[in-house]
């Protein structure tokens, strides 16, 4: 029922910008917090921002803090990820996330991922 769809990928030149949107669909997220999160070839999957749907609390990681800018629209259900300054080794997929507000590092529902390629 739940769907996270992530849009907005693409290929840039260092120093470039990209928004991402995530769009969330079937199911009331009102005591969720949404999340951003990447995974470049042979790496881990790492977080990268967060933001509550009530208050719009956010966290980010220290690599793109300063950078990137993660905001909600509640009416739209939808999640976006501004990206500024993108550097070579910001290129990743980036998939969006969907947890309960309590936990910081539990997340329920998965996007399918964009691809953004950062290029120097």
């Known amino acids: 029922q739940v769907q996270l769809v992530e849009s907005g990928g693409g290929s840039v030149q260092a120093g470039g910008s990209l928004r991402l949107s995530c769009a969330a669909s079937?199911?009331?997220?009102?005591?969720?917090?949404m999340g951003w999160f990447r995974q470049a070839p042979g790496q881990e999957r790492e977080f990268v921002a967060r933001?509550?749907?009530?208050?719009?609390?956010?966290y980010y990681a220290d690599s793109v803090k300063g950078r990137f800018t993660i905001s909600r629209d509640n009416a739209k259900t939808s999640v976006y990820l501004q990206m500024n300054g993108l550097k070579p080794e910001d290129t990743a997929v980036y998939y969006c996330?969907?947890?309960?507000?309590?936990?910081?590092?539990?997340?329920?529902?998965w996007g399918q991922g964009t691809q953004v390629t950062v290029s120097s």
């Open positions: 996330a969907a947890g309960p507000r309590w936990s910081r590092n539990k997340y329920d529902y």
């Open positions: 079937g199911g009331t997220f009102s005591g969720y917090a």
């Open positions: 933001i509550s749907w009530i208050g719009g609390t956010t």
